[in-house]
């Protein structure tokens, strides 16, 4: 059975940083594309971060890449997400997501996704 577990949100200032950490088991870590969305209640999932399989690319959305950054730890089965300068519109419910493949986890087709953590940032 997939479990995708995030961790690490919480309510912070603008301004501050937060990592989000996604703890990943029951599949083979390294075949799978992993990403980050976020989605406010009421509202579509929006992507912010994706990185292959081996870590060595990723992409980021404009409206993220000068502040986030995405990361995994294939030897840990860890995605996580560096979140600098935080601002109040970048409040929302965060998700990780895998699929093997690369194109399924951009589109947001994704197959495996975890239950979400709450970041909340306060002006």
């Known amino acids: 059975q997939v479990q995708m577990v995030e961790s690490g949100g919480g309510l912070v200032q603008a301004g501050e940083s937060l990592t989000l950490s996604c703890a990943v088991s029951?599949?083979?870590?390294?075949?799978?594309?992993l990403g980050w969305f976020r989605q406010a209640p009421g509202k579509g999932r929006q992507g912010v971060a994706f990185?292959?399989?081996?870590?060595?690319?990723?992409h980021l959305p404009d409206s993220v890449k000068d502040r986030f950054t995405i990361s995994r730890d294939n030897a840990k089965n860890m995605l996580y997400l560096h979140m600098n300068n935080l601002k109040p519109e970048d409040t929302d419910i965060y998700y990780c997501?895998?699929?093997?493949?690369?194109?399924?986890?951009?589109?947001?087709?994704?197959?495996?996704w975890g239950q979400g953590t709450q970041v909340t940032v306060s002006s």
């Open positions: 029951g599949l083979n870590f390294d075949d799978y594309a």
């Open positions: 997501a895998a699929d093997r493949s690369w194109g399924a986890v951009v589109r947001g087709t994704h197959q495996y």
């Open positions: 990185i292959n399989y081996t870590g060595r690319s990723s």
